[in-house]
């Protein structure tokens, strides 16, 4: 079985940073997404990982620890723009499919 | 223009009708994926296909068939046999090389009259 931990909603204040965790539980781990989802739109894709460590872009980084099972996003110079649920997926190996956290609803104030 | 769209944006169903949400993709991508989303919960895995003519039920296909005709198309139809419809739709393809993301489209808000 599969399972996900994020925390259901956080608030940040604009030009600061914030970190979202999300842990997880999975037999055989092949990739961890990060999406950006506005309210009524579609996730889009944020980051990657698959290898310990550090992705950064621009903004945003993204961290995984595969030994803790654990990932976080990092968002730097929050803008009012950030404020969107952010959805943590993790791949499992042999599957094609991702398995999808509830999702963090951020919200930025100036 | 490269995407994923899908039609219409707002659909609503009478009980007992079935209905049929349109997922289109020119990203020249296999596979392809439809998702649900409920308020408070993450996405549901309804179905997916790898190949064109090939498709497997997700986590929660009751009430749910689809097709593969075509490698650009992959339409969901939501039965009279799935007592809870209303729900975010949302339909996403993945790209052939590493890492292999899910891109999604607009998706379809579905709503019970």
């Known amino acids: 079985g599969q399972n996900i931990d994020q925390p259901t909603e956080m608030t940040a204040t604009e030009g600061a940073i914030v970190q979202i965790n999300c842990t997880y539980q999975?037999?055989?781990?092949?990739?961890l997404f990060w999406y950006q989802q506005h309210a009524g739109e579609a996730p889009t894709f944020l980051s990657y990982?698959?290898?310990?460590g550090l992705e950064e872009k621009g903004r945003f980084s993204s961290f995984l620890s595969r030994s803790k099972g654990y990932s976080y996003l990092l968002l730097k110079e929050l803008q009012m723009k950030d404020s969107a649920s952010y959805l943590c997926?993790?791949?499992?190996?042999?599957?094609?499919?991702?398995?999808f956290g509830t999702g963090t609803r951020l919200t930025v104030i100036p | 223009d490269g995407g994923i769209t899908q039609s219409p944006k707002y659909l609503f169903r009478k009980e007992g009708q079935n209905v049929t949400l349109s997922c289109e993709q020119n990203?020249?991508?296999?596979?392809m994926y439809w998702y649900r989303q409920d308020p408070g919960q993450g996405l549901r895995l309804i179905y997916y296909?790898?190949?064109?003519?090939?498709?497997q039920k997700g986590d929660i296909a009751e009430g749910y068939s689809v097709s593969r005709e075509k490698k650009e198309s992959f339409p969901l139809t939501v039965t009279s046999a799935q007592k809870n419809p209303t729900a975010f739709y949302l339909c996403?393809?993945?790209?052939?090389?590493?890492?292999?993301?899910?891109?999604f489209g607009p998706g379809t808000r579905l709503l019970v009259l």
């Open positions: 996403a393809s993945r790209e052939g090389g590493p890492p292999e993301t899910q891109y």
């Open positions: 999975t037999s055989g781990f092949n990739g």
């Open positions: 990982n698959v290898l310990d």
């Open positions: 997926a993790v791949r499992q190996t042999g599957a094609n499919n991702l398995f």
């Open positions: 990203l020249n991508h296999d596979a």
């Open positions: 296909s790898q190949i064109v003519n090939d498709f």
